[in-house]
């Protein structure tokens, strides 16, 4: 049993999974910023590797990448930075990012290196569900990761199924297609969150 499998059965509700930007506010920040998450009750730590056009993110995530990468933060040095971090991190950790940094990196060579720390899972929104079936699924999968899609409000309910089937470790509910961060009415999401709870997933 992995880490995010013992997490779910041990703690079935209000399950804390906090973001931060690795290498923010300064390069070697990553490890304190996660331990004192851990400390402080986070369940699970989501892990952004930054890259210098995050789509997905609003505007507070964009400016902490673009520190991180100013301070000059890579994957070869989050690598370095996470090689011993099991001594002090005992939560899941899932790494957040887009497909081209680990394109250049390799992805083979990412997972293996991922696994090796190990990270729990990744989150990659830019990597298509026929690209993860045909191709990059079963390197992650080789490699003991979980891969976690993410679903909006306006995804179909056949096409979240499809995506929870995919998916190891949980499914992401974003709460809007918008970027991160620029929901206010919360009406919505409210309603699509009981939707999802009254699914019937396999």
């Given at each position: 049993m992995n880490r995010l499998e013992e997490l779910f059965q041990r703690k079935k509700n209000n399950v804390l999974n906090v973001y931060c930007?690795?290498?923010?506010?300064?390069?070697?920040?990553?490890?304190?910023v996660m331990k004192?998450?851990?400390?402080n009750g986070?369940?699970?730590?989501?892990?952004?590797?930054?890259?210098?056009?995050?789509?997905?993110?609003?505007?507070?995530?964009q400016s902490s990448g673009s520190k991180a990468l100013q301070n000059g933060m890579t994957i070869e040095k989050l690598f370095a930075q996470l090689q011993d971090c099991r001594k002090e991190i005992y939560v899941p950790i899932i790494l957040m990012g887009y497909m081209n940094p680990v394109l250049q990196y390799g992805f083979e060579r990412f997972c293996k290196h991922a696994a090796a720390i190990p990270i729990d899972g990744l989150i990659l929104p830019d990597l298509p569900e026929h690209e993860f079936?045909?191709?990059?699924?079963?390197?992650?999968?080789?490699?003991?990761?979980?891969f976690i899609f993410l679903v909006t409000p306006e995804t179909s309910e056949e096409r979240i199924k499809k995506l929870d089937s995919?998916?190891?470790?949980?499914?992401?509910?974003?709460?809007?297609?918008s970027t991160t961060g620029?929901?206010?009415?919360?009406?919505v999401t409210e309603k699509y969150l009981q939707k999802l709870q009254k699914m019937n997933f396999e």
């Open positions: 930007t690795a290498g923010f506010p300064q390069l070697n920040s990553t490890l304190e004192a998450l851990q400390d986070a369940d699970i730590i989501e892990l952004g590797m930054p890259y210098s056009d995050p789509l997905a993110d609003g505007p507070v995530i079936e045909t191709e990059y699924g079963a390197i992650i999968h080789r490699y003991g990761l979980d995919l998916s190891s470790g949980f499914l992401y509910a974003v709460s809007s297609s620029k929901e206010k009415d919360f009406s």
